[in-house]
């Protein structure tokens, strides 16, 4: 008898690690308990992409969204929801500012303006059955591609659909195969997945390998056959040990199925994948340095050309994709390049996915076509700015990228557009700040982090980054001058040319970007010493208004240096020679009482 | 498990679409089952599992079945609303295993009312001498 009801656990690493796996076999137990293991189908899912409001369970058909479950909840659920049709009130996801739970996923403002290709499968099938991944259509695309399709179709396809690259460049992705398979006479040729994500704050490629791994072993696949190779690589860094895991398990099933090893599906196409582990730097997402890093090497980026397609792992023709790149390909071949094409916009079609972090209501794993605007993401899907704040800029493209303002909010988002504003689509971090947030603060931020992870092999690089770095800081403390900034643009120009790889050339992009949009920000940390945002320690002070001050002596409780003093119910003061500007006491006074200048 | 080929890999693939298919809930018709105590103690299971086993029957993929507390109708249990494209909105009541496959090969399929079963009346025109 087939299931009438599904019980869906998000067991992306999110929900995962705050008791998911409980929470999953209390549902079993729960739906043993009533007798019903026989209708109702408890799954555990990869991540829903709504990870903040975790541990998310979700209840089919009826499409209720609970949130915030706990393990206690599991048999209330089962009994109330599945068992008696009452949904729980109490559990259920309300947006923001509304009194009422939506008791449909459909209507709820996060998911309306999303459109899941990548994720198609991430919180819907079980990513540790390859079963389900083959009852939505999987490893089909492969079964075609290798009955019916020659490599130059496959090729011809990915060109119609206009699918670019996703892990930052947005290179046309056919054209890369194109390369690869058009060298002869090589023995040897190798595809290579990108599972390396080492953008700050992005996880969609590590939530698109938890939740459908599948999709990229068949992608792998469809890749090697299409430019002849027999084996491929799934570059991970060891931090991210549940997809390592659910990876190895997908292998395993899909070899033991015949989909991966020799004589595929019955064919005389063989493929199998290893998977090696790297250790976090952020330069080995770089693709030579990747490259070199499988090899056995250090992973340090080369020269190109060569150019990987051509001469890549150990001097083979290498094709090496991110991973949202090609959980797209089987979808393209299953339902045609011209499919794909219509969606999203002329010059990027079909979606992004994007990490939406920040001071927005909603963040989470979002996918959305290509074209949106970032109203749209920051104000639908996001819910809008938290607190009731300001929106100040968003992030975008991590440490190459920049920030854009509230007058390109309505810009229609793709890689061409991104660029134009000085920004860059990257791998898709999406970082929404407020009033509260000083550019200065987070464009260091970025800075501090490219000078980290700089391999140090090319000097404008290692050199220009920290001195950069040394600049936004002086800047910070108040003590740079109008000359730093020209330094900027020489120290800018100099690294764009002369680097080595493209942590270097594009290290100097977050400055460039608010040089341009928060110019008047950066001069008044110049000229008047002043940081608008409050941010910059040693530009703002803290003070009591006397007139306000009621004397609840809260703040002086709450330094962490002692150094307010005041008689209760009397006037309180700060000793600005011991205070070390937390702002502990202007986030606890209740008065608006303490000053930030 | 023996290596596929790809007609197994097909075959494999109709026999588990059909359930991955249910947990899609982006369909055009609905069939939604009270559910409350009051339904499941009329017989509403049965209605369901007969809803469930037409449904496969008749290859219909574009049908989500749904259960929900009860409607307030207790004396006409099991009732069951059915939502679809070119129909007008219709509960049907005392719903038991004939008239759920009735109204799969009748409502559904045949775009016709099962009228001596409709519950809320949609309009006078449509029931009877239609
Ligand atoms: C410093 C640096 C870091 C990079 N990190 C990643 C990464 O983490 N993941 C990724 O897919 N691509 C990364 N890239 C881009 C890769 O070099 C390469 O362009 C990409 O993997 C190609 O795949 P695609 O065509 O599918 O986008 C990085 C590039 C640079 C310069
Ligand atoms: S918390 Fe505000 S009102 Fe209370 S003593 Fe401190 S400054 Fe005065
Ligand atoms: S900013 Fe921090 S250290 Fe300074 S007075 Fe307020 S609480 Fe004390
Ligand atoms: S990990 Fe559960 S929703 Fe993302
Ligand atoms: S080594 Fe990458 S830019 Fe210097």
Same mark, same amino acid.
């Not at chain 1, 950066?522 to 940081?531: D, G, P």
């Given at each position: 008898m087939?299931?009438?009801?599904?019980?869906?656990?998000?067991?992306g690493?999110?929900?995962?690690?705050?008791?998911?796996?409980?929470?999953?076999?209390?549902?079993?137990?729960?739906?043993?308990?009533?007798n019903?293991?026989?209708?109702?189908?408890v799954?555990?899912?990869?991540?829903?992409?709504?990870?903040?409001?975790?541990?998310?369970?979700?209840i089919l058909?009826?499409?209720?969204?609970?949130?915030?479950?706990?393990?206690?909840?599991?048999?209330e659920?089962?009994?109330?929801?599945?068992?008696?049709?009452?949904?729980?009130?109490?559990?259920?996801?309300?947006?923001?500012?509304?009194?009422?739970?939506?008791?449909?996923?459909?209507?709820?403002?996060?998911?309306?303006?999303?459109?899941?290709?990548?994720?198609?499968?991430?919180?819907?099938?079980?990513?540790e059955d390859?079963d389900?991944?083959?009852?939505?259509?999987?490893?089909?695309?492969?079964?075609?591609?290798?009955?019916?399709l020659?490599?130059?179709?496959v090729?011809?396809?990915?060109?119609?659909?206009?699918?670019?690259?996703?892990?930052?460049?947005?290179?046309?992705?056919?054209?890369?195969?194109?390369?690869?398979?058009?060298?002869?006479?090589?023995?040897?040729?190798?595809?290579v997945?990108?599972?390396?994500?080492?953008?700050?704050?992005a996880?969609?490629?590590?939530?698109?390998?938890?939740?459908?791994?599948?999709?990229i072993?068949?992608?792998?696949?469809?890749?090697?056959?299409?430019?002849?190779?027999?084996?491929?690589?799934?570059?991970?860094?060891?931090?991210?040990?549940l997809?390592?895991?659910?990876?190895?398990?997908?292998?395993?099933?899909?070899?033991?199925?015949?989909?991966?090893?020799?004589?595929?599906?019955?064919?005389?196409?063989?493929?199998?994948?290893?998977?090696?582990?790297?250790?976090?730097?952020?330069?080995?997402?770089?693709?030579?340095?990747?490259?070199?890093?499988?090899e056995?090497?250090?992973?340090?980026?080369?020269?190109?050309?060569?150019?990987?397609?051509?001469?890549?792992?150990?001097?083979?023709?290498?094709?090496v994709?991110?991973?949202?790149?090609?959980?797209?390909?089987?979808v393209?071949?299953e339902?045609?390049?011209?499919?794909?094409?219509?969606?999203?916009?002329?010059?990027?079609?079909?979606?992004?996915?994007?990490?939406?972090?920040?001071?927005?209501?909603?963040?989470?794993?979002?996918e959305?076509? #290509?074209?949106t605007?970032?109203?749209? *993401?920051?104000? $639908?899907?996001?819910?809008g +700015?938290? /607190?009731?704040? @300001? &929106?100040?800029?968003?992030?975008?493209?991590?440490?190459?990228?920049?920030?854009?303002?509230e007058?390109?909010?309505?810009?229609?988002?793709?890689?061409?557009?991104?660029?134009?504003?000085?920004? #860059?689509?990257?791998?898709?971090?999406? *970082?929404?700040? $407020?009033?509260?947030?000083? +550019?200065? /603060?987070?464009t @260091? &931020?970025?800075?501090?982090?490219?000078?980290?992870?700089?391999?140090?092999?090319?000097?404008?690089?290692?050199?220009?980054?920290?001195?950069?770095?040394?600049?936004?800081?002086?800047?910070?403390?108040?003590?740079?001058?109008?000359?730093?900034?020209?330094?900027i643009?020489?120290?800018?120009e100099?690294?764009?040319?002369?680097?080595l790889?493209?942590?270097?050339?594009?290290?100097?992009?977050?400055?460039?970007?608010?040089?341009?949009?928060?110019?008047?920000e950066?001069?008044?940390?110049?000229?008047?010493?002043?940081?608008p945002?409050?941010?910059?320690k040693?530009?703002v002070s803290?003070?009591?208004?006397?007139?306000?001050?009621?004397?609840?002596?809260?703040?002086?409780?709450?330094?962490?240096?002692?150094?307010?003093?005041?008689?209760k119910?009397?006037?309180?003061?700060?000793?600005?020679?011991?205070?070390?500007?937390?702002g502990?006491?202007?986030?606890?006074?209740?008065?608006?009482a303490?000053?930030?200048? | 498990?023996?290596?596929?080929?790809?007609?197994?890999?097909?075959?494999?693939?109709?026999?588990?679409?059909?359930e991955?298919?249910?947990?899609?809930?982006?369909?055009?018709?609905?069939?939604?089952?009270?559910?409350?105590?009051?339904?499941?103690?009329a017989?509403?299971?049965?209605?369901?599992?007969?809803?469930?086993?037409?449904?496969?029957?008749?290859?219909l993929?574009?049908?989500?079945?749904?259960?929900?507390?009860?409607?307030?109708?207790?004396?006409?249990?099991?009732?069951?609303?059915?939502?679809?494209?070119?129909?007008?909105?219709?509960?049907?009541?005392?719903?038991?295993?004939?008239?759920?496959?009735?109204?799969?090969?009748?409502h559904?399929?045949?775009?016709?009312?099962?009228?001596?079963?409709?519950?809320?009346?949609?309009?006078?025109?449509?029931?009877?001498?239609?």
């Open positions: 087939a299931y009438k009801s599904f019980i869906l656990v998000c067991a690493t999110g929900c995962h690690s705050n008791m998911g796996e409980e929470i999953y076999n209390e549902l079993v137990k729960a739906v043993e308990a009533h019903i293991s026989q209708d109702v189908q799954v555990k899912t990869g991540c829903f992409g709504f990870c903040e409001q975790g541990p998310i369970v979700k058909p009826e499409e209720a969204f609970y949130v915030k479950v706990t393990p206690d909840d599991a048999p659920l089962v009994a109330e929801h599945v068992v008696k049709g009452r949904q729980v009130d109490r559990l259920l996801y309300k947006e923001p500012g509304m009194e009422k739970a939506s008791n449909k996923i459909d209507d709820m403002g996060f998911y309306q303006k999303q459109f899941r290709i990548v994720l198609r499968n991430c919180g819907f099938i079980n990513p390859i389900e991944y083959i009852g939505r259509n999987g490893y089909q695309s492969l079964g075609k591609v290798l009955t019916e020659s490599p130059d179709d090729i011809e396809e990915l060109k119609k659909s206009g699918l670019r690259g996703r892990g930052g460049a947005g290179f046309p992705s056919w054209m890369k195969l194109s390369f690869s398979k058009g060298v002869t006479g090589v023995d040897q040729k190798y595809v997945c990108n599972a390396d994500e080492g953008d700050p704050g996880y969609m490629d590590r939530s698109t390998l938890e939740g459908d791994p599948h999709s072993i068949e992608a792998m696949a469809i890749n090697a056959y299409t430019i002849g190779a027999d084996k491929g690589f799934i570059y991970i860094r060891a931090e991210y040990p997809a390592i895991e659910r990876l190895e398990v997908a292998m395993k099933q899909a070899r033991d199925y015949g989909l991966l090893g020799d004589n595929i599906l019955g064919t005389d196409f063989s493929f199998d994948i290893e998977i090696r582990l790297g250790a976090g730097a952020f330069v080995c997402g770089e693709e030579t340095a990747l490259i070199s890093s499988i056995g090497k250090r992973g340090v980026p080369t020269p190109r050309p060569p150019f990987p397609p051509v001469k890549g792992l150990w001097g083979k023709p290498t094709c994709n991110n991973v949202e790149t090609l959980a797209n390909i089987p393209i071949i339902k045609g390049g011209d499919w794909f094409k219509k969606i999203g916009t002329e010059k990027t079609s079909g979606t992004k996915v994007f990490a939406l972090t920040g001071k927005v209501n909603n963040s989470g794993l979002i959305v076509p #290509m074209g605007t970032l109203r749209e *993401i920051i104000f $639908d899907i996001g819910g +700015i938290k /607190d009731g704040k @300001k &929106f100040k800029a968003a992030q975008t493209g991590g440490p190459s990228g920049g920030v854009i303002t007058e390109h909010l309505d810009t229609p988002i793709d890689f061409d557009n991104l660029v134009a504003l000085g920004s #860059m689509m990257g791998s898709g971090g999406l *970082i929404v700040m $407020d009033e509260d947030d000083c +550019i200065v /603060d987070v @260091k &931020f970025y800075l501090d982090f490219s000078v980290d992870e700089s391999c140090g092999k090319c000097s404008p690089c290692r050199i220009g980054g920290r001195k950069l770095y040394d600049i936004l800081d002086k800047i910070s403390k108040g003590s740079a001058t109008a000359e730093d900034v020209d330094k643009d020489a120290i800018a100099a690294m764009k040319k002369a680097s790889c493209g942590l270097g050339q594009t290290t100097p992009n977050p400055v460039l970007s608010i040089l341009h949009y928060f110019r008047d950066l001069f008044s940390h110049i000229n008047e010493k002043v940081c945002a409050g941010k910059c040693d530009l803290f003070s009591i208004d006397a007139e306000k001050c009621i004397g609840c002596t809260l703040c002086a409780r709450k330094c962490p240096v002692n150094c307010i003093s005041g008689a119910r009397q006037a309180h003061e700060i000793d600005q020679s011991q205070c070390v500007k937390c502990e006491c202007f986030t606890v006074c209740k008065f608006d303490v000053v930030k200048a | 498990m023996a290596k596929l080929n790809l007609d197994d890999l097909k075959k494999m693939r109709d026999e588990k679409r059909r991955m298919n249910r947990r899609d809930t982006d369909k055009s018709i609905e069939i939604i089952i009270g559910m409350g105590t009051c339904g499941i103690a017989g509403a299971k049965e209605a369901f599992d007969a809803f469930v086993t037409a449904i496969d029957a008749s290859n993929d574009d049908v989500m079945i749904k259960q929900t507390g009860c409607m307030g109708f207790c004396a006409n249990e099991p009732t069951v609303e059915v939502r679809m494209p070119e129909m007008p909105d219709t509960i049907y009541n005392n719903v038991d295993a004939t008239i759920a496959e009735r109204i799969v090969k009748e559904i399929l045949e775009q016709k009312m099962v009228s001596e079963y409709v519950f809320d009346k949609p309009s006078v025109d449509i029931v009877d001498g239609q």
